[in-house]
């Protein structure tokens, strides 16, 4: 299982280097656009990792693609002996590219067959229904579609931020636990499906494989259609908006990223690495205040500690021109009189289909770039928290795995009718 992770990892470095101008195949002794990063849990001994990173390059505003193989010795604190897992999120900077989400992982469970868990979601600053229909069409072509339409449904109660009233992204696949014995039984029924799998290894390398070619597909095309020089002021208000949404999620209710960070502290900034090189610090305190539980204390802390910890320089004061960026978010905090939208246009646009996102009503921006110090100082303020209100893990995502459970029993039913 391990070496199926690690080789799908070497696919996704290379599908995603050849989007960007300069880069081409690792493999053919080129530079790569990525930062190679080895980790490892407790020093080794339970296992480890590597990721591909990269920022504020020409097409990624940040990317981050690890896998990792570790082991969990204390059998009285996990029902886990073993996981294996690929995580890919990928944030371009050009604001007309959608953001992508990846992730499988392999449990090697006590006392019981191992299961998967399988994630998928497209995240644009402007959304182009387009691009939501040809994922659509890619996830329909690779998951039997029983199993499709439980994952969809259990992918958009996960993403959903109740504060906001609304999902990070704008399609969402969550295969919370699948084994060999559930995903034959999903693969039954009168409706036609265009593969079936021997098993959930096949299933995983198939939708990884599409899912990262058609993400490719869609930033050439966007980068065609939309070049750098040419995108507006209010396409980067979108994508300023959008991206400070996603940190609040990813913050305040991933499960998945506060599992992680409670476990070890030995990838922070990978664990991290779905963070965006920009937020709003003004949008973030607004949306603070909005959290009415503990959740809003999470992010009250996450705010004072950025304020206080990072260097001066980290929020935006004329500095970055290396930036893939404007003019306007160089001047750091902006003036009120012309850089703020309360709906933005879509005139100077096309091929939209729906409105973009609604920004947030008048306020100073406030714009911080999120160093690797402020993900390790982010990461120790969620594990600081979560000590002292261990509770609040009560209010993260929507994560009712008896719920996925009694959907997917359904499948075993309807096998016998």
Not at 14 to 23: A, E, F, K, N, T
Not at 100 to 116: D, P, Q, R, T
Not at 269 to 274: I, N
Not at 393 to 400: E, I, K, L, S
């Amino acid at each position: 299982m391990k070496d199926f992770i690690f080789e799908l990892q070497k696919y996704f470095h290379d599908i995603l280097q050849s989007v960007d101008p300069g880069g081409a195949s690792y493999t053919d002794n080129t530079i790569s656009t990525f930062e190679v990063v080895e980790w490892f849990r407790n020093q080794g001994k339970n296992g480890g990792g590597k990721r591909y990173q990269v920022e504020n390059s020409e097409v990624f505003n940040r990317a981050t693609i690890n896998a990792s193989h570790v082991y969990f010795d204390n059998p009285t604190s996990s029902s886990v002996s073993s996981a294996t897992a690929l995580s890919a999120i990928i944030h371009p900077a050009n604001p007309f590219m959608p953001s992508l989400h990846f992730h499988i992982s392999f449990f090697s469970a006590k006392n019981k067959l191992g299961y998967w868990r399988m994630i998928a979601d497209i995240n644009p600053s402007i959304p182009f229904e387009e691009d939501k229909n040809l994922f659509l069409k890619i996830l329909k072509a690779v998951i039997p579609c029983k199993l499709l339409s439980v994952a969809l449904e259990f992918g958009d109660k996960y993403f959903f931020i109740p504060a906001l009233n609304r999902r990070r992204g704008t399609c969402h696949l969550f295969i919370a636990s699948l084994d060999d014995d559930l995903l034959r039984r999903a693969q039954v029924g009168p409706e036609p499906v265009a593969f079936c799998y021997q098993n959930c290894q096949e299933l995983a390398n198939k939708l990884a494989k599409e899912v990262i070619s058609l993400y490719a597909q869609i930033a050439r095309s966007r980068l065609c259609k939309f070049p750098l020089a040419s995108v507006t002021v209010d396409a980067w208000e979108c994508q300023l908006y959008y991206h400070t949404l996603y940190a609040v999620q990813v913050i305040t209710l991933d499960r998945g990223t506060t599992h992680g960070l409670l476990s070890h502290s030995d990838n922070d900034v990978g664990t991290l690495g779905s963070l965006p090189l920009h937020i709003d610090l003004a949008l973030l305190k607004k949306w603070a205040v909005a959290l009415k539980n503990s959740q809003g204390i999470l992010l009250e802390r996450v705010l004072h500690t950025l304020l206080q910890s990072c260097p001066a320089a980290s929020i935006l004061r004329g500095k970055y021109k290396e930036d893939a960026y404007p003019d306007f978010l160089e001047e750091g905090p902006m003036s009120d009189n012309k850089r703020h939208l309360e709906s933005p246009p879509n005139k100077n646009y096309t091929n939209f289909t729906q409105t973009p996102f609604k920004c947030p009503k008048k306020h100073k921006k406030y714009i911080l770039r999120l160093e690797s110090c402020s993900r390790g100082n982010i990461a120790e303020i969620i594990r600081n928290f979560y000590r002292d209100y261990p509770e609040a893990v009560h209010f993260q995502a929507n994560m009712d795995m008896d719920w996925w459970d009694n959907k997917t029993a359904l499948f075993y039913f309807l096998t016998f009718i």
